[in-house]
């Protein structure tokens, strides 16, 4: 038996483990590394038998091959692992077929449905969607995006954290499609797809007084951010629809964290007037204000701004003016392509309405 040719397993003496040889066809294997050596269309060709040509017209799916022949090339491909070279593909006909996302933070819930949405739109395109997190720090969300630019993304959606867009400027003048969503851009014309968030904060409060209540408090987010000031409007809107003065101690606007947010709340609770109902001014503050409400005495009224997972299944149900994140995302995402066709060229503004959904929480009556 020649042992150079027959492969025979054998046994460590320390470890007392079988070693099996590496019984795979040397021809098989490609030289050099393991990592960034892939196989190219020319070692298609060398396998196959076959021009370079042959195999180009294979992988691109164009005609003039005979039916052996593409079954040739196909069996190389399948077994080399060959993948075709995208990137030089499109950048030939100008575009990169891929699009970019900037979300606040990727963990909120409110941007599942946005992201998936954009993302079915770019697939349907033939895009691939690539994103991240600005973490509501504008230098953040600049670095992403021109990162992004520099990876010659056709466009961008962006969720802005900052208010000023201006480092944007020469990647749109360069051509990169651009569109703003849930808040507009700073100090640019652009695109943007917003929520009606001061329509559907008065809404939401104005529900609220409808139900008998006066002192209403109002829990939101940073004021400088464009959603939070809309709101903290539709909320002041309503009550002075209705004649209503409103205390500096019914309001309270910062950063969503639990514990701003729990203090706030048991604050205008726990003042000598206290409040009968309260407005969130989004699902993370709406997620503590529950909280808080489920250890206070007597029953508080809560209509939130955004839907909340399980709002119906807790008791009372919580009453939300909902938005529509997947319509947010989809309606972003389309006018991206059509500015990428050239089909839509002046910016615009489109806001879309928001929905009150009645479930208990904010029909309670005031206590006192």
Request: with cysteine; glycine share 10%.
């Amino acid at each position: 038996m020649d042992r150079r040719t027959t492969p025979v397993d054998q046994t460590d003496d320390r470890t007392g483990r079988r070693i099996v040889p590496d019984t795979t066809r040397r021809a098989d294997r490609i030289p050099g590394n393991r990592y960034g050596n892939r196989p190219t269309m020319k070692d298609v060709a060398a396998r196959a038998g076959v021009g370079l040509k042959t195999v180009s017209r294979v992988v691109n799916g164009e005609p003039g091959v005979t039916p052996d022949t593409e079954r040739r090339v196909q069996e190389a491909i399948e077994a080399l692992g060959f993948r075709r070279n995208d990137s030089a593909r499109v950048l030939r006909k100008g575009r990169t077929a891929s699009i970019g996302l900037v979300l606040e933070d990727l963990a909120d819930p409110f941007y599942g449905p946005l992201s998936r949405a954009v993302e079915e739109v770019a697939r349907a395109h033939g895009a691939l969607l690539i994103n991240g997190s600005s973490a509501e720090d504008p230098e953040r969300e600049q670095e992403l995006a021109l990162a992004l630019c520099a990876r010659r993304v056709d466009g961008l959606v962006i969720i802005p954290a900052g208010d000023d867009h201006r480092y944007l400027e020469p990647e749109i003048k360069a051509g990169v499609a651009t569109v703003f969503v849930d808040r507009p851009a700073g100090k640019i014309d652009a695109d943007v797809v917003l929520s009606d968030n001061f329509g559907g904060a008065r809404d939401g409060v104005a529900h609220l007084i409808a139900q008998g209540h006066r002192r209403i408090g109002f829990i939101g987010d940073m004021p400088r951010i464009h959603t939070a000031a809309e709101r903290l409007r539709g909320y002041r809107a309503a009550m002075e629809g209705a004649g209503i003065t409103v205390e500096d101690a019914w309001m309270s606007l910062g950063a969503t964290d639990p514990e701003r947010v729990r203090r706030a709340a048991v604050e205008m609770l726990s003042d000598p007037s206290p409040v009968t109902a309260v407005f969130t001014g989004n699902n993370r503050v709406t997620v503590t204000v529950i909280r808080v409400l489920a250890e206070h005495p007597r029953p508080v009224a809560l209509v939130g701004f955004d839907d909340i997972e399980l709002a119906d299944l807790l008791d009372p149900g919580v009453t939300v003016i909902a938005q529509d994140a997947a319509a947010l995302g989809r309606t972003a995402a389309d006018r991206l392509f059509r500015q990428l066709d050239g089909t839509h060229i002046t910016p615009e503004r489109i806001e879309l309405p928001t929905r009150l959904i009645t479930r208990g929480s904010g029909e309670r009556p005031p206590a006192d």
